[in-house]
């Protein structure tokens, strides 16, 4: 702790009290301690301020938040259910939900930015939307390796003998999130698309979305992406 700075959070009378207190104690102690002296109380004094630099958990909150499900993320009522579904399979793989709330975020974060009017160079915005999504759902889906198989005890005492329950259940939460993120794109390509046609650049291209979600074949993508 700078000493200057516990100074500074005093008016001048304070100040000047604690070097003559100081001042009185060099005739009567070594000066090593009573420079720990005065530390000592000047730490007391400013003890919340103390307190308040060494705590972490505002830092520590923000951190939760980054890697959890909240309200930053909500978009609708649909979305924001598949979400809160999610949250049961954290326990199974910590690290793949991590990423997958990340990269979800990232897609809100973006598609919120293409939604507004003043945007104009908008594919790369949206290029990174989708990849995003698919990032997100893909660690998602990847917790699927780390569900436990249902054991013949509990098959018995619910009467489901599926032995893959949990990972069909994931599966189908990731399926309807994708598609309802998947139609959000969609339905911001059709607007997009429109101010391109009524406007064209040099910036900017027509984006290429489909509700077959087929997409566009590159035979430059293959090769240069092709692990053989």
Same mark, same amino acid.
């Given at each position: 702790?700078?000493?200057?700075? !516990?100074?500074?959070?005093?008016? @001048?009378?304070?100040? =000047?009290?604690?070097?003559?207190?100081?001042?009185? *104690?060099?005739? =009567?102690?070594?000066?090593? +301690?009573?420079?720990?002296?005065?530390?000592?109380? *000047?730490?007391?004094?400013?003890?919340?301020?103390? +307190?308040?630099?060494?705590?972490?958990?505002?830092?520590?909150?923000?951190?939760?938040?980054?890697?959890? +499900?909240?309200?930053?993320?909500?978009?609708?009522?649909? +979305?924001?259910?598949?979400?809160? %579904?999610?949250?049961?399979?954290?326990?199974?793989?910590?690290?793949?939900?991590?990423?997958?709330?990340?990269?979800?975020?990232?897609? /809100?974060?973006?598609?919120?930015? !293409?939604?507004?009017?003043?945007?104009?160079?908008?594919?790369?915005?949206?290029?990174?939307?989708?990849?995003? *999504?698919?990032?997100?759902?893909?660690? /998602?889906?990847?917790?699927?390796?780390? !569900?436990?198989?249902?054991? @013949?005890?509990?098959?018995?005492?619910?009467?489901?003998?599926?032995?893959? %329950?949990?990972?069909?259940?994931?599966?189908?939460?990731?399926?309807?999130?994708?598609?309802?993120?998947?139609?959000?794109?969609?339905?911001?390509?059709?607007?997009?698309?429109?101010?391109? !046609?009524?406007?064209?650049?040099?910036?900017?291209?027509?984006?290429? =979305?489909?509700?077959?979600?087929?997409?566009?074949?590159?035979?430059?993508?293959?090769?240069?992406?092709?692990?053989?």
């Amino acid at each position: 702790m700078d000493v200057m700075n !516990l100074l500074q959070n005093h008016n @001048m009378q304070t100040t =000047l009290f604690i070097l003559f207190i100081g001042i009185s *104690l060099i005739q =009567l102690f070594d000066l090593k +301690i009573i420079v720990s002296i005065i530390v000592l109380v *000047l730490i007391i004094i400013n003890y919340k301020s103390v +307190i308040q630099s060494t705590d972490t958990s505002e830092q520590t909150k923000k951190e939760i938040k980054i890697n959890e +499900i909240s309200d930053d993320m909500y978009y609708n009522t649909k +979305i924001h259910d598949l979400l809160i %579904r999610l949250k049961m399979f954290k326990k199974y793989n910590k690290v793949s939900y991590k990423s997958g709330v990340i990269y979800m975020r990232k897609f /809100f974060k973006t598609i919120h930015i !293409l939604e507004k009017d003043k945007i104009t160079n908008y594919n790369q915005y949206f290029e990174n939307a989708h990849l995003y *999504l698919k990032s997100s759902i893909n660690h /998602f889906q990847s917790i699927t390796v780390s !569900l436990p198989e249902r054991t @013949m005890i509990d098959a018995l005492k619910y009467g489901d003998y599926e032995p893959t %329950r949990k990972a069909n259940e994931l599966g189908a939460i990731c399926k309807e999130l994708y598609n309802e993120c998947y139609y959000i794109l969609v339905n911001l390509s059709i607007k997009l698309n429109e101010k391109w !046609l009524e406007n064209p650049t040099t910036y900017t291209k027509e984006i290429e =979305l489909n509700t077959d979600r087929v997409e566009h074949y590159n035979e430059h993508d293959e090769v240069n992406w092709s692990l053989y």
